[in-house]
Nanobody, 122 residues
């Protein structure tokens, strides 16, 4: 199985940017689809973005399209989430997750990290 560790969260003002990183270890990273999810206080966990094992295909939920960019570097066993034009409603714990299944099926993610807090002030 794969182990995931997120980093890069923090406090930022609205309109600012953050880049989250997800370092993977264990199994072959390039064999996993990767996704970013978030959970705000009192709300359900929701998907944010996903990327295919090769990195050639990506998917974003409507609320982050045009603002967030998911990417990966298979040579470094790391996935990223670049977040621009942040809004207070983006405040949440962000976690990266991995799947050996269909990468755009958000129900099928099997492995996840501990999460990193992102707080956007107005």
């Amino acid at each position: 199985q794969v182990q995931l560790v997120e980093s890069g969260g923090g406090l930022v003002q609205a309109g600012g940017s953050l880049r989250l990183s997800c370092a993977a270890s264990g199994q072959t990273f390039s064999g996993y689809g990767m996704g970013w999810f978030r959970q705000a206080p009192g709300k359900e966990r929701e998907p944010v973005a996903a990327i295919s094992p090769s990195g050639m295909s990506t998917y974003y939920v409507n609320s982050v399209k045009g603002r967030f960019t998911i990417s990966r570097d298979n040579a470094k066993n790391t996935a990223y989430l670049q977040m621009n034009s942040l809004k207070p409603e983006d405040t949440a714990v962000y976690s990266c997750e991995a799947t050996v299944g269909i990468w755009y099926n958000f129900q099928g993610y099997d492995y996840w990290g501990q999460g990193t807090q992102v707080t956007v002030s107005s």
